[in-house]
């Protein structure tokens, strides 16, 4: 059942380019902060130039209800990146300092860091990295450095830097080998006794990485679909497990205590590409999934047969988001179909009837 509600425009900010993914802060510390990624394809200049290229942008916000006014947002900083395809916050500090990964079209995963808290000295680095440099400005024989003490092969560069000035800065740079050029699709982070990144790529495949001791390292990478693995993310209960989706209409499980030789489950109840995944923080079990298929479902992981529902969307779900509160309450965001906040109240088992959708325009 859908209700069209109309909602007052707080503040409108024109990005330039196209914005596909926006996250706020979850670090209780930093809940006012917002950021916000773009991704713009080019075509090129020329008759003979065909091959695109694609430009991003990071902005980050603050956000102040200081009265009606006064605009809430305000914008902190821009950095001019390669496109982005997906932006994830650390769920908890990392020694002390909050962390925001970045998915980018050129095959790399970036971390920045972010201290509201205080503002280190220039020559103070979060991690024990050799080398710190502001976003944009790259050593001249970055090819050839060394990086935490160890050797570093090119296009595989780490690296970290820190918040000054009350600037993001980039603080680790690592690009995801696939055995191809592809971008990396999208990330998902926690933290156990490390913290923890999946990530997945255009080539399929999706790749386990560790930050520890000021050290990014690779834990296990693998084949996980036939096309673009659009989506990976981390289950919220249980760290060891990690669902994937791709192009291929698939939906994957897989537990890093038994290797990614075999998934634990396959699901082909998406018609068409997975590009959303997001783990109920509230109620364990609870999985939400959001395809090209314009349909999202709700499962419960211990049966992953059938889908707990259904719900039409009207455009392709391209991110889903639990409410940090609100068990009940999901977001959607759609392609050209705005957004939609989904009561799941009846598939969770609180009460009968089917899932609302409330239709924001």
Request: negative net charge.
């Amino acid at each position: 059942m859908a209700w069209k509600s109309r909602t007052r425009n707080l503040q409108v900010f024109d990005t330039e380019l196209s914005a596909d993914t926006v996250e706020w802060c979850p670090v209780s510390a930093s809940n006012d902060v917002l950021v916000c990624g773009t991704y713009q394809l080019e075509k090129g200049a020329g008759e003979g130039d065909a091959t695109p290229s694609r430009t991003g942008r990071l902005y980050l916000f603050e956000f102040r209800q200081e009265g009606s006014m006064i605009p809430p947002l305000t914008e902190l900083q821009r950095l001019d990146t390669a496109a982005i395809l997906d932006l994830k916050w650390c769920h908890v500090p990392v020694s002390g300092h909050t962390v925001l990964g970045m998915a980018a079209a050129t095959g790399e995963l970036q971390l920045y860091t972010l201290s509201g808290s205080q503002l280190l000295a220039a020559d103070v680095v979060v991690y024990t990295h050799e080398y710190v440099y502001p976003v944009g400005r790259r050593p001249q024989s970055a090819d050839s450095e060394q990086c935490g003490g160890g050797s570093r092969e090119a296009g595989s560069v780490i690296r970290l830097v820190h918040w000054k000035n009350g600037q993001l800065w980039l603080v680790c740079l690592l690009r995801i080998k696939s055995g191809s050029s592809g971008h990396v699709m999208s990330l998902s982070l926690v933290s156990s006794s490390d913290v923890r990144v999946v990530c997945s790529d255009s080539a399929g495949c999706v790749s386990v990485l560790s930050l520890a001791e000021g050290a990014l390292t690779s834990l296990s990478q693998w084949k996980a679909h036939d096309f673009e693995a659009w989506i990976s993310a981390f289950s919220y209960w249980d760290t060891q497990l990690i669902y994937s989706g791709g192009d291929d209409c698939k939906l994957k499980g897989w537990d890093l205590r038994v290797g990614p030789s075999c998934p634990t489950f396959t699901s082909k109840g998406h018609s068409m590409g997975v590009c959303s995944i997001h783990s109920n923080p509230h109620r364990e079990h609870i999985l939400a999934t959001g395809s090209y298929d314009e349909q999202v479902l709700l499962w419960d992981g211990r049966n992953m047969r059938q889908p707990l529902s259904e719900s039409p969307m009207g455009g392709g779900v391209w991110r889903l988001k639990w409410h940090p509160t609100h068990q009940h309450l999901l977001l959607a965001a759609c392609m050209h179909n705005d957004f939609h906040i989904l009561n799941c109240q009846p598939a969770l088992g609180e009460r009968d009837g089917n899932i609302w959708c409330y239709f924001f325009l």
